[in-house]
C-alpha cells in the first residue's frame, strides 16, 4: 500500500512539470544557424521562408506549425553544438580565441534577430514559394522540382543553397 502511494504521489509530480514549447523565434533562429550560419543575411532569410512556406502549405508529412515544421525529422539540420550561446570544447583541447568567441556570439544575436524581423513579416522572401533547398554542392538533385533562382542583385555562385518549389503546390 505504501509502495502504491508513493507511485501515485510521483506520477502526480510528473503531472505539475509543464513542458514549455520552443519558441517559434528560437527554433527558426535555431536552423537559419545550423543550416546556414556562414551565409548572407539574404540566403539565411531565404533559408527561413522556406520553413516558413511549409507551415503555410501544412503538408501533413511536414507536420502542422512551423515550430513542428522546423522540428520534424529529416528536413532541416538539427540544433547544432556550434550554434548555442556557449561554443563545445575545441577537438584540440585549445581555448576559442576571444575573437571567434565575440563574432561567434555577435552572428548568433544577429541570426536571432532576423529570424524575429522574418517572423514579423519585416523581410521579404527571397525566393517566393521555394519548399525545398539544398547546398550547390550536390548539383541537381530534385529534377521535378521548379527551381527558384537567387534574387537579381545576388551576385552568381555567391549563395552556398539552391531552392525549389515543388510543382505540385504551385498555385493555379
Not at 543550416?35 to 507551415?55: D, F, P
Not at 542583385?153 to 504551385?170: N, V
Amino acid at each position: 500500500m505504501a509502495r502504491a502511494v508513493a507511485i501515485l504521489a510521483a506520477l502526480a509530480s510528473l503531472a505539475a512539470v509543464v513542458i514549455e514549447p520552443e519558441p517559434p523565434v528560437d527554433a527558426l533562429a535555431s536552423v537559419m544557424c545550423s543550416e546556414c550560419k556562414r551565409c548572407t543575411v539574404g540566403e539565411r532569410a531565404a533559408v527561413a521562408h522556406v520553413a516558413i512556406s511549409r507551415a503555410t502549405w501544412a503538408a501533413s508529412w511536414w507536420g502542422s506549425g512551423l515550430v513542428e515544421v522546423l522540428r520534424w525529422p529529416g528536413q532541416f539540420a538539427a540544433p547544432a553544438p556550434a550554434c548555442r550561446w556557449e561554443l563545445p570544447p575545441r577537438a584540440d583541447g585549445l581555448p576559442w580565441s576571444p575573437g571567434f568567441v565575440a563574432w561567434h556570439r555577435e552572428r548568433l544575436a544577429a541570426i536571432h534577430f532576423e529570424a524575429d524581423q522574418i517572423l514579423a513579416g519585416e523581410v521579404a522572401n527571397p525566393t517566393p514559394g521555394a519548399t525545398h533547398f539544398h547546398t550547390v554542392a550536390l548539383g541537381q538533385v530534385w529534377p521535378w522540382l521548379i527551381e527558384i533562382p537567387p534574387p537579381h542583385h545576388t551576385a552568381p555562385g555567391a549563395w552556398f543553397h539552391r531552392f525549389y518549389l515543388d510543382k505540385s503546390l504551385r498555385r493555379q
